[in-house]
């Protein structure tokens, strides 16, 4: 497969490694450098959701959905295809993303994602977190069950177990790594904020040590070599630590000493 050219191919590779990587099924793959950048995959046996029976499909949605975050995360929005076509389930059930190409900046026929000004639509901000359950949407006809409940569960377990895989592995290219860190702090804050609604609200005084503490804390990460997105996590690590602080009953003044310490 060459795709929609070098540049698209590759980002198509670098999905199918990010998945890979993430313990979400891809088809083993390798690439040929030899003239026009080409990606050769492994031949999986198997049936696309289409042809599946009822029954089939069902255990084939559910287990789609089980990986919807990381599909969201890459903004892999043509996850599903037009006619049901890039998911394969294999002999054995397992489920295959066969076809990548309509992830991270690329849309599926190799075009950059760009809005009519020609600004970029993968940004930091993981729109896909509710476009891709829109049952309008192709993708939005397995996905759009899923609750915000379940979706947090996953964000959480991204961020436990792959957040510093995924980072590492878009490393070589700057601009596509600061995209990613602004994208998982929005995850985390996503999924922070339906804790929270679902939380009381702790009581607790107004404190001039707190707020002296968050100002400190902010105004590092301001004076430092910090990338935008970084500091923003900064921010939202604070945040999570007073919240955590305040629902295990610490009170306001002793959580600004903490944290100015």
């Known amino acids: 497969k060459t795709g929609g050219g070098d540049a698209h191919i590759k980002s198509e590779v670098l999905t199918d490694f990010l998945y890979q990587a993430t313990g979400v099924g891809v088809p083993r793959f390798m690439v040929d450098q030899e003239g026009k950048f080409t990606k050769i995959a492994e031949f999986i046996e198997g049936t696309e959701l289409k042809y599946l029976s009822a029954s089939e499909r069902e255990k084939a949605d559910k287990e789609i959905r089980k990986d919807f975050v990381y599909d969201a995360l890459f903004g892999n929005w043509d996850v599903i295809g037009l006619v049901e076509d890039n998911i394969l389930l294999d002999n054995d059930g397992k489920v295959y993303r066969i076809d990548n190409g309509g992830s991270l900046r690329f849309r599926a026929g190799g075009k950059l994602k760009e809005d009519s000004q020609g600004n970029s639509l993968f940004t930091k901000t993981v729109n896909e977190l509710d476009s891709m359950r829109d049952p309008s949407n192709d993708a939005g006809k ?84 910090f990338k935008p997105a970084q500091k923003a996590w900064i921010k939202i690590w604070t945040d999570k630590a007073v919240l955590s602080m305040q629902n295990a009953g610490i009170s306001n003044d002793n959580i600004g000493k903490i944290v100015s310490a």
């Open 142 to 225: 397995v996905f759009g069950t899923l609750t915000d409940k379940e979706v947090a569960a996953q964000i959480n377990d991204l961020l436990e177990n792959h957040r510093h895989t995924i980072l590492s592995a878009v490393a070589h290219d700057s601009e596509l790594q600061d995209i990613m860190w602004g994208r998982l702090a929005y995850l985390e804050q996503w999924a922070d904020a339906k804790k929270s609604d679902a939380l009381p609200k702790p009581p607790g005084k107004a404190s001039k040590f707190l707020d002296k503490a968050k100002v400190r804390i902010e105004s590092i990460a301001a004076g430092s070599h």
